[in-house]
């Protein structure tokens, strides 16, 4: 899982930045915690996919986040580098999964 596809250079994140993102899927761990005790306590179902949408979309907005970052940082450092194509390329295929 921690593979990456290619081989140029990863932008280092700033402890912001890390904190932010790590902050934001610990809100979502929590929320996937709650989903389990609603299951375990027989909530109502609509009750369970009101909250699992709520994740979606949060899960979503730290993807568009992260995507953002790496553009902004990862992307334009290999279009510098003369290496934008590829990563361009990769950054594509994988959007192409996010929106399936």
């Known amino acids: 899982m921690g593979e990456h596809m290619h081989d140029y250079t990863v932008v280092p994140r700033t402890?912001?930045?890390?904190?932010?993102?790590?902050?934001?899927?610990?809100?979502?761990e929590g929320q996937v915690r709650g989903i389990q005790k609603m299951v375990?306590?027989?909530?109502?179902c609509v009750d369970?996919?009101?909250?699992?949408?709520?994740?979606?979309?949060?899960?979503?907005n730290v993807g568009y986040s992260v995507t953002e970052r790496h553009m902004n940082h990862c992307v334009t450092d290999a279009i510098n580098k003369g290496e934008g194509?590829?990563?361009i390329k990769e950054l594509m295929a994988v959007l192409k999964q996010f929106s399936k």
């Open 15 to 28: 402890d912001e930045e890390k904190a932010k993102t790590l902050n934001r899927l610990k809100r979502i």
């Open 40 to 44: 375990e306590e027989d909530r109502y």
């Open 48 to 60: 369970i996919l009101v909250q699992i949408s709520a994740i979606q979309s949060a899960l979503k």
């Open 85 to 87: 194509e590829e990563s």
